[in-house]
């Protein structure tokens, strides 16, 4: 169900994002992960993690403990805004890396805000930055991990190889040096080789394992790699919070200013044009009233209908506005209304023991209107159902048909245009809707009471 369903149909599209073109592989995940390029590229990342935190490291300290050292004079000021400026750039390279090798797309942090102009105004920005000193941390928690990130993955990566490749060993060393099998320790007393194919074979084995096993070692160390590039080199969750509101303080001043065009359109196009008919017509009418008053009594009828008329676009109009039956009886009787002007039956179910705020009782009301219209237009369902309820500080409002489905909120669809609105006010819009239906959009919003008069 969505405001374009025909842009779903006969192409299997859910409203869900699935990778289009996926290769399917005959070999299971466990066999083929020692020779993904995935795989690799983990290993290189966690190799060269030890060099280059071993650097951050150096130079973090280094410099934090110099302009600790200096603090007793003026110099120990610009020296510590170097050394976070310095974890600053070097933590943007960690995130280039993290990017290339782990495929990580990690945003870029709140940039400074320097207030004023000069270098004392700089160096303000850069000490009083949470950015900073997260890179900072970075710079000094990672070192330790990074190390026995390196051991960990050195070792098992060798030791499985080694452990595969023993066979090969075995045949060198009797081919080449003459020895009967492969020494594991030695004493003046005491030795023990591997010297016949059952001790070859489970050694090989076991080495499998270790290969094989080497893969998922590496990515769950890069997992924490991950957690801390992330949270100590990414953006701030209150910067994240802002672009957030940012972005939807646009989208609520987009969507207002489409409102108001669309208002102005059917103004315009619709009871205006009319009612400027209407003026003229009974201008005419006053004209031949003395003339023809039979003529001037048929105007006069045709008039009242247009008024009729114009009165019932002006009532549409206002209703697509902020109808009179949401604010005087709530939710329940402006579904059941909205309901009723559906072209298939519509079971309408209201569970709320007092009604929301005004502005969320009528995002809900207009987002179930839209749905139901789309269903009237695009579904070919026989049957619908609204499902409205509260769940602790979340409305739900859910919107379920037994039409054709394949609704989706594809770019340029009118449930991305319903999902951006919900998103302004932190709501939350899910479809399921398989192509043969039936079509299932849950639609959430934040619960605010209405405050007693």
Not at 152 to 180: I, S
Request: hydrophobic share 50%; glycine share 10%; net charge neutral.
């Amino acid at each position: 169900m969505a405001a374009e369903y025909g842009q779903g149909y006969g192409q299997g599209d859910t409203g869900l994002e699935y990778p289009t073109g996926t290769r399917r592989h005959r070999l299971p995940a466990g066999l083929r992960a020692p020779f993904e390029a995935r795989s690799w590229r983990e290993l290189g990342y966690v190799l060269l993690s030890l060099p280059i935190s071993i650097l951050l490291f150096v130079y973090a300290i280094t410099m934090v403990s110099l302009g600790a050292g200096l603090l007793v004079t003026f110099l120990g000021i610009p020296v510590l805004a170097a050394a976070l400026a310095g974890c600053r750039g070097l933590g943007m390279l960690e995130r280039a890396r993290a990017r290339a090798l782990l495929k990580l797309e990690v945003a870029e942090p709140e940039p400074l805000r320097v207030r004023r102009g000069g270098f004392m105004g700089w160096m303000g920005a850069v000490l009083k930055s949470g950015t900073s000193w997260r890179a900072l941390l970075y710079a000094v928690l990672h070192f330790p991990w990074a190390g026995f990130s390196f051991v960990v993955a050195v070792n098992v990566w060798v030791y499985g190889w080694a452990l595969l490749t023993c066979p090969l060993w075995f045949w060198t060393v009797r081919v080449w040096a003459g020895q009967d099998g492969i020494q594991l320790y030695g004493a003046e007393t005491h030795h023990i080789y591997l010297d016949n194919p059952f001790e070859i074979t489970v050694t090989a084995l076991v080495g499998l394992l270790f290969t094989l096993a080497t893969p998922w070692i590496v990515r769950a160390l890069t997992t924490v790699d991950r957690l801390m590039v992330h949270g100590l080199l990414g953006p701030s969750r209150l910067a994240t919070r802002v672009v957030e509101l940012e972005s939807d303080r646009g989208v609520v001043v987009d969507t207002a200013a489409a409102d108001l065009r669309r208002i102005e359109r059917d103004l315009h196009d619709g009871a205006q044009a009319r009612l400027v008919a209407l003026a003229m017509d009974l201008g005419l009418a006053k004209e031949k009233l003395a003339e023809d008053p039979q003529a001037a009594a048929r105007m006069v009828d045709a008039a009242h209908g247009e008024v009729k008329t114009a009165l019932q676009e002006l009532r549409d109009l206002a209703r697509g506005i902020h109808p009179a039956v949401l604010t005087d009886r709530g939710l329940d009787a402006a579904l059941s209304a909205v309901a009723s002007r559906c072209t298939v039956p519509v079971e309408v179910q209201v569970d709320l023991e007092e009604r929301p705020v005004p502005a969320i009782e009528g995002i809900a009301y207009f987002t179930v209107s839209e749905l139901l219209q789309n269903i009237s237009k695009h579904s070919r369902a026989t049957w619908a159902a609204v499902d409205v309820w509260r769940v602790e500080n979340r409305l739900m409002l859910q919107v379920v048909d037994n039409g054709i489905g394949g609704a989706a909120t594809s770019s340029g669809s009118g449930l991305s245009g319903l999902a951006e609105r919900l998103d302004a006010v932190d709501g939350i819009l899910v479809v399921d809707s398989p192509v043969g239906g039936p079509t299932r959009v849950t639609a959430e919003l934040p619960w605010r009471s209405e405050q007693p008069r």
